[in-house]
């Protein structure tokens, strides 16, 4: 016998408990800045991530911040399955990148990357990313940072010609900073209003497998720098734009989360929900195969 109170609280359950709409983190790092598994797991909950994709460093450099490699994001994905996904890495050019890359897409892994290494943006190296991601259908994301690192960002578009099947994902500095088509390339987080029509918006533009990862103070700057052009380019590339958060913040509710302020900069500057649903969720899950 089940009383007419505990039947009135059963259908009210669905509406109370209600959860809240997902949220699809691309972009965080095991042991960023020597940050605990512990304390990524907070703060991804913190912040209202449903799915964190780990990005894993090569076998050297630690992606230049310590961050755990392709073991490390495989261990935390394994004990939290619903929580996090992961990515394979290796540098790009050492005999080993193939094998070691296979080798963790075999165990899982849904992308390759972060690509953060000193090789040309259009080089063999990434022509042999391109080739193992074309193998395994998943994405290739990049760290574009003039100077530094997949120099030469000028020339990626014959990589995104020459192989019109596999997607990437351009993150940084040089990325961001290249939706401005007055760009100075040794500027590195540059103020001034935007001029449409830079190399990235025009890649984002032509190439169906180019898409841009939000993430890092270089993603929030593209927007807080001129927000009118923000609104408009979330707008023209709403099906391309995906959140990430990238941040090293140990904490993520003491007001100076930047992966926080990412977040309430796209909910604020996406013209319609629709757009940010894409942003925060439905583009990447298309892209990346998740499902929650
Ligand atoms: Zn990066
Ligand atoms: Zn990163």
């Known amino acids: 016998m089940i009383s007419r109170r505990a039947l009135l609280a059963s259908l009210a359950t669905p509406l109370l408990a209600q959860a809240p709409e997902p949220v699809i983190d691309i972009h965080q790092h095991t042991n960023y800045s020597g ?49 996090f996904r992961f990515f394979a890495n290796e540098l790009p ?3 080993e990148a193939r094998p070691v890359i296979e080798r963790y897409l075999k165990a ?8 953060k290494f000193h090789v040309d943006a259009d080089s063999p190296h990434i022509d042999l990313l391109a080739a193992i991601a074309r193998d395994y ?12 690192y997949n120099l030469g960002f000028e020339n990626f578009e014959r990589v995104l010609k020459r192989h019109p099947r596999v997607n990437f994902i351009g993150h940084a500095q040089t990325w961001w900073g290249n ?5 100075k390339q ?22 169906p497998n180019m898409y841009g990862d939000m993430s890092a103070g270089s993603g929030l700057n593209s927007m807080l720098r001129d927000e009118d052009h923000a609104r408009d380019f979330l707008k023209r590339h709403q099906d391309r734009l995906l959140f990430g958060s990238d941040c090293n913040d140990r904490n993520a509710l ?14 604020r500057l996406a013209p319609d929900k629709a757009i ?9 899950a298309k892209l990346l195969k998740i499902s929650v």
Do not use: W
């Open 93 to 95: 050019d050492i005999p």
């Open 137 to 148: 259908n998943v994405p290739v994301l990049m760290h574009f940072e003039h100077g530094n």
């Open 254 to 267: 003491d007001g100076n989360c930047q992966g926080v302020k990412t977040l309430a900069a796209l909910r």
């Open 35 to 83: 940050r605990s598994d512990a304390e990524l797991i907070a703060h991804q909950r913190d912040m209202g991530v449903t799915v964190t994709v780990l990005l894993p460093a090569g076998s050297k450099f630690g992606l230049a911040v310590g961050a755990g490699g392709n073991d490390t994001v495989v261990a935390l994905a394994r004990q939290n399955p619903k929580q």
């Open 186 to 207: 040794t500027e590195m987080y540059p103020k001034t209003p935007v001029t449409p029509g830079g190399i990235t918006d025009r890649l984002l533009s032509d190439y």
């Open 108 to 115: 899982g892994a849904i992308g390759i990357g972060e690509q």
């Open 276 to 284: 940010e649903r894409k942003i925060l969720f439905g583009n990447a």
């Open 179 to 183: 939706i401005d088509r007055n760009h």
